[in-house]
């Protein structure tokens, strides 16, 4: 790990300070591990391992692309509905009369993913909406449609290639495919945003978009593509959770913006823009992962542990905006 | 002198970095107009900060009518007679004269405003210092002059005995001038102690009764304004010969790199035609509101503009937005460093490079190594103080930070550049080293417009001075022909 924490994107500013913060998080990580495996015999088996990672994927993928968007000053909050409305739609079209193909299903998907992202961004950046307003909106939007074609109801999806996405271990290596699509999403995030030009506007937008913007850089152009990004990998994300539910239903993925935000923030992503990174993202997301999955092995119960993560939330704000406040 | 209406003492005051005052004194008379001049960064408004309890002094003593005054808020100053007239002037436009005037001790009758009695005594107060003004008007309906004569009006009604006017003709016509100049002049006979910031040095000579001169936050000097001359005032602000500070170079013009033809913002600039040829820097000048910046804006697609061509090269340029204006080699420096140019929390490679992303390695991939070679060239040719390209640029000097704006226009490879006050706001080692690199870039074959209030950096640096006034061209001025009276009296046109 320490290897790769040595790629990070150079001469960004307060490089050495981002390091150590993300080598912070993956030693709390590891801590963690170690501490839950004493007190439950069943956490560090390799069952719960894997089972915890495919939980993590599709809500970790989704905290992937809004790094970027949280780096820009936006946020996206209609990723949870995108995602129920891709299931929704799915088993919809699966238990027509005469089916759409499994094969189909997966295009249809993403074209929806790449819509609502689209719509997103383009109200965002062309009106200059704000964006915590606009994508709430468009959650409500998604997540209403999904209730109008289920009816309010679950509905079973029986198919292989969704199911494959979704619930397939790969034979030999022992290794699901949620979690593949999670490391496939978080490479090529990494060299999106720490090695490519596209990258590097992200970060000189945060800082300061009317200096990036007399400096030539689209803004817009680039904001409108995270937004599509984001879009295009909440559909990912729906189809990987339709897959391990077999059920489409409008009900998925409920407060998912919880999860990832507060992975992002926690892997020290600054909600004003300009700073975080990709590592700092992952660390987040496992760490959460690590710490729903060992409450629940030592008898916690969600709804104590979501108020639990609730505080985790502000406090992790308040430590970074404190340590912010210090500096200056 | 006796005991004078108010001393300041001995005054210093230190920001992170930035010595801001040092052991500065002053004293103003009663019914005396101090004029109080230097350059930005000189530490006048620090020290009328100072005065009006804005900010703390680290040592010193101010003293009003001999006596020791401790000053830590505004209301403090406002409390022992002190009031600044800030550029920006604080009016509450929604309200009326006569609100803005009695604001806080409005006339009350069974506790509700008495709006005629609080009308009837804010004409009696406008009465007796001879303004016209009708106190049922709205503040946001009155020109930048009235609101100006309201807020002195208010000040004298307060009691103010000390008021500080910090560029009070910045935004005003001649005419609105004289009536300020005007008001001045009864305030004197009443007594009260004026000190006058201005850059316009032939106001200052026409005003004031003495002149006070800082330098890089110390006191360079105080004349009596009759025995005083503008060379020797300009002399003592800049600190050695105008020669050695303007490096100006003779720099044969060559081709023309851009033809502005009838450059229209519709109610804003009008008609606005030029070119820029290259080896040379033409001066917009004008006043506040003007023009003059929208002029420039537009030029590099920040503004849209309704009609006109701009030619660049030869070829007809469509400026649809900075990056359209780069490509085809406009670079622009922005009037704000802060605002538009830097992003202040990354580093000074990072901003170095800003405007050349695309340019920075193959295909989709930035290349950090030609990054850093590129960004350690500019440090070094444009010689940028900096521990080292990681730096975060919120960190350095603004000196520094105007460098790291030049060098990333540099970066650009730019032919034509747009600079909005290229030496506002930083040090005269930094100035000299900004005229440095315009004159190399001349040389080099570049072409500069350039934006400056500063009036004898625009005299001393630009070949050719064209005047905006009310969004059109009233007059141009060669180097030789070029005063500081020609210039403003064509602002007036």
Same mark, same amino acid.
């Given at each position: ?129 704000? !964006? ?43 290794? !699901? ?152 | ?493």
């Amino acid at each position: 790990m320490a290897d790769a924490l040595h790629v990070e994107p150079e001469a960004l500013g307060k490089r050495r300070k981002r390091l150590s913060s993300t080598l912070i998080l993956f030693l709390a990580l590891v801590g963690m591990i170690a501490a839950f495996s004493v007190l439950s015999k069943d956490f560090y088996s390799f069952l719960n391992i894997s089972t915890m990672l495919t939980n993590i994927s599709f809500s970790g993928i989704v905290a992937g692309t809004l790094t970027m968007i949280l780096i820009t000053g936006g946020l996206d909050i209609s990723i949870g509905g995108n995602i129920a409305l891709t299931s929704c739609l799915a088993a919809y079209l699966f238990n027509l009369e005469n089916p759409v193909p499994g094969w189909a299903l997966i295009p249809i998907a993403l074209a929806l993913g790449a819509a609502i992202g689209a719509f997103n961004g383009l109200f965002i950046t062309r009106l200059d909406l704000n !964006p915590i307003i606009t994508t709430l909106g468009t959650m409500a939007v998604t997540r209403g449609l999904g209730y109008v074609l289920t009816k309010s109801r679950s509905i079973l999806i029986m198919e292989d290639v969704t199911g494959f996405i979704g619930r397939t271990v790969i034979p030999g290596i022992q290794i !699901p495919v949620p979690l593949v699509l999670l490391v496939i999403t978080y490479v090529l995030l990494f060299f999106l945003l720490g090695r490519s030009k596209f990258g590097r506007k992200v970060y000189c937008i945060g800082a300061n978009q009317a200096a990036a913007r007399v400096s030539g850089i689209r803004v817009n152009s680039v904001k409108f593509t995270l937004y599509l990004i984001s879009g295009i990998t909440a559909s990912v994300s729906g189809l990987i959770l339709t897959g391990q539910t077999a059920v489409g239903m409008p009900q998925h993925a409920n407060g998912v913006e919880l999860d990832v935000i507060t992975a992002v923030l926690l892997g020290g992503t600054a909600l004003s823009g300009g700073k975080g990174d990709i590592l700092g993202t992952l660390a987040g997301v496992l760490i959460l992962g690590v710490l729903y999955n060992g409450f629940t092995m030592i008898g916690f119960r969600y709804v104590h542990i979501r108020v639990f993560q609730g505080i985790l939330l502000i406090l992790i704000v308040a430590l970074y905006e404190l340590r912010d406040k210090k500096k200056t | 002198m006796g005991s004078a209406l108010l001393e300041m003492r001995g005054i210093s005051k230190q920001f992170p970095g930035v010595q801001a005052l040092q052991d500065v004194s002053i004293e103003l008379g009663a019914g005396e107009v101090l004029g109080l001049v230097g350059e930005n960064g000189a530490g006048k408004s620090t020290l009328i900060k100072i005065l009006n309890g804005d900010y703390r002094m680290d040592t010193g003593d101010i003293l009003i009518n001999g006596q020791k005054v401790d000053l830590r808020s505004p209301s403090d100053a406002a409390e022992k007679g002190i009031r600044v007239l800030y550029q920006e002037l604080i009016t509450l436009d929604t309200l009326t004269v006569a609100e803005n005037l009695l604001v806080g001790h409005l006339p009350t009758r069974r506790g509700l405003v008495d709006w005629k009695g609080a009308n009837e005594s804010a004409r009696e107060v406008l009465r007796r210092m001879n303004i016209n003004l009708d106190p049922r008007t709205i503040v946001g309906d009155l020109s930048v002059h009235q609101k100006q004569v309201l807020e002195i009006a208010k000040a004298v009604h307060k009691k103010a005995t000390i008021l500080v006017m910090d560029e009070p003709t910045a935004a005003l016509g001649e005419e609105d001038t004289l009536s300020l100049f005007g008001i001045i002049k009864s305030l004197k006979e009443q007594g009260v102690g004026i000190i006058y910031i201005s850059h316009r040095l032939k106001e200052v000579f026409e005003i004031t009764d003495r002149v006070t001169v800082l330098r890089d936050g110390q006191k360079i000097g105080t004349l009596q304004t009759d025995q005083a001359n503008m060379a020797q005032l300009i002399g003592m602000m800049v600190g050695r010969e105008l020669e050695e500070f303007y490096p100006k170079r003779e720099i044969p013009v060559g081709e023309v790199l851009m033809q502005v033809e009838g450059l229209t913002i519709n109610g804003i600039i009008d008609q606005i035609s030029f070119s820029l040829r290259s080896g040379e820097i033409v001066g917009l000048f004008g006043l506040l509101g003007s023009g003059r910046m929208n002029v420039l804006r537009a030029l590099y697609g920040l503004d849209q503009y309704e009609g006109g061509t701009i030619t660049v090269k030869g070829s007809t340029a469509v400026v649809t937005g900075p990056n359209g204006a780069l490509a085809s080699g406009i670079g622009y420096l922005p009037i704000d460093r802060k605002l538009e140019g830097l992003a202040l929390s990354l580093a000074v490679s990072t901003n170095i490079t800003m405007a050349n992303i695309d340019r920075i390695g193959a295909g989709l991939f930035f290349n950090n190594e030609l990054e850093r070679q590129r960004a350690t060239k500019w440090v070094e040719e444009v010689a940028i103080r900096t521990p080292d390209i990681a730096t975060e640029v919120n960190s350095l000097s603004g000196g520094n930070q105007q460098k790291i704006v030049l060098a990333k226009l540099l970066e650009t490879g730019s032919k034509i550049f747009l600079m909005n006050e290229p030496t506002r706001g930083i040090d005269v080692g930094s100035k000299v080293d900004i005229y440095q690199m315009m004159e190399n870039l001349c040389e080099a074959g570049a072409g500069i417009i350039m934006i400056s209030s500063e009036l004898p950096e625009m005299l001393s640096m630009a070949d050719r001075i064209i005047v905006v006034a009310k969004g059109r061209i009233t007059a141009e001025f060669s180097r030789q022909e070029a005063t500081q009276e020609k210039l403003l009296h064509a602002t007036t046109m």
